[in-house]
């Protein structure tokens, strides 16, 4: 493989190492694949600078992009290679598809919302990923004309393994997928087919956005009303229409270390403007600052991962993170 010398190709080159080599992914191909896949190209061009960052980032429709690091871990737990057909439900902008398609044989991605499969169809062709497929479908009924799969990855959260998926496992075959547990913790967990049986096995703890069926919703795909099942439809179509879908986060935040005197509170407020949140940052007398934080999760989670670094002068040692109860009161992001 000829090296990228571009910048965009060294930032891979550090997160690989940085993010993934040093937190234990270990298989050859996934870490390969992840040096490979140019993952600003699969999102806004206004969260490009994060591309690399050890973080989700928000791609609209209220939908992320999964941090670097939860992407490799999923697809080396799949154990797929080049002989492996693989399903992948919920595929957003692309990206996971792209990193699965440059591992596997053949991957089929499904994506609810006919916006960002669009979307990312049109990145994986400009990309020439041949073998991944991206069709606007509702993913827990996943392909049972296709089946069975090598390995199946759920990008959404689940009370259960959906058992339609489950199904269309080949004899060996994994699934992969964040289930919700008790007290509303997510715990990524594989499923491996084996007979008419399945292991499970619990793996760690994540966030993903839930899974969500048509009859969840109540619509197709593409945004109409819907009283049953909706076919796979050709992303060729035009079946633009998908309402975004709104949520807010809060958490209320205290940062440790160097952080006074270094214009940590006025570069704190211009990004959290940038990323449209709502909230206040101020100095503690104890030598922190304190941050409230509401608006998009994915914006949050971008917003808590500039505070682990912040602006050039400070030194951040940790930072403390609990939820809240969001604020109605806040109309914007303000110095105090």
């Known amino acids: 493989?000829?090296?990228?010398?571009?910048?965009?190709?060294?930032?891979?080159?550090?997160?690989?190492?940085?993010?993934?080599?040093?937190?234990?992914?270990?298989?050859?191909?996934?870490?390969?694949?992840?040096?490979?896949?140019?993952?600003?190209?699969?999102?806004?061009?206004?969260?490009?600078?994060?591309?690399?960052?050890?973080?989700?980032?928000?791609?609209?429709?209220?939908?992320?992009?999964?941090?670097?690091?939860?992407?490799?871990?999923?697809?080396?737990?799949?154990?797929?290679?080049?002989?492996?057909?693989?399903?992948?439900?919920?595929?957003?902008?692309?990206?996971?598809?792209?990193?699965?398609?440059?591992?596997?044989?053949?991957?089929?991605?499904?994506?609810?919302?006919?916006?960002?499969?669009?979307?990312?169809r049109d990145t994986l062709a400009r990309l020439a990923y041949a073998n991944a497929h991206t069709a606007i479908a509702d993913g827990t009924r996943g392909r049972p004309d296709l089946a069975p799969f090598d390995a199946i990855l759920v990008a959404a959260a689940a009370a259960e393994a959906p058992p339609l998926l489950l199904r269309q496992l080949a004899q060996g075959g994994r699934l992969v997928v964040p289930i919700v547990q008790p007290r509303r913790d997510q715990v990524l967990t594989v499923f491996e087919r084996r007979g008419d049986s399945f292991v499970q096995r619990l793996h760690t703890r994540c966030r993903f956005v839930p899974l969500v069926s048509d009859r969840d919703a109540g619509e197709r795909p593409g945004g109409g009303a819907s009283p049953g099942a909706s076919p796979p439809t050709d992303i060729g179509e035009d079946s633009r229409g998908a309402t975004e879908e709104m949520t807010m986060k809060a958490v209320d935040a205290r940062v440790h270390g160097t952080v006074q005197g270094v214009y940590y509170r006025t570069a704190a407020r211009a990004e959290g403007v940038r990323l449209g949140l709502r909230g206040w940052v101020r100095n503690v007398s104890d030598g922190t600052v304190a941050l409230r934080l509401q608006g998009d999760p994915a914006a949050v989670d971008v917003m808590l991962g500039w505070c682990r670094l912040g602006p050039p002068a400070a030194r951040v040692d940790w930072l403390d993170v609990s939820d809240a109860a969001p604020d109605e009161a806040l109309s914007d992001f303000e110095v105090r």
């Open 1 to 120: 493989m000829k090296q990228d010398t571009s910048e965009s190709g060294a930032r891979r080159v550090r997160m690989v190492d940085e993010q993934l080599v040093r937190r234990g992914i270990r298989d050859e191909n996934v870490l390969a694949a992840m040096g490979s896949v140019p993952r600003h190209l699969f999102v806004p061009a206004a969260f490009a600078g994060e591309a690399y960052m050890d973080t989700p980032l928000p791609i609209g429709l209220g939908q992320t992009i999964s941090q670097p690091y939860m992407v490799a871990l999923m697809t080396e737990l799949l154990g797929v290679d080049v002989r492996s057909r693989v399903l992948e439900v919920g595929s957003g902008s692309g990206y996971q598809s792209a990193v699965l398609a440059e591992v596997a044989g053949e991957v089929f991605a499904l994506e609810r919302l006919a916006e960002l499969a669009e979307r990312a």
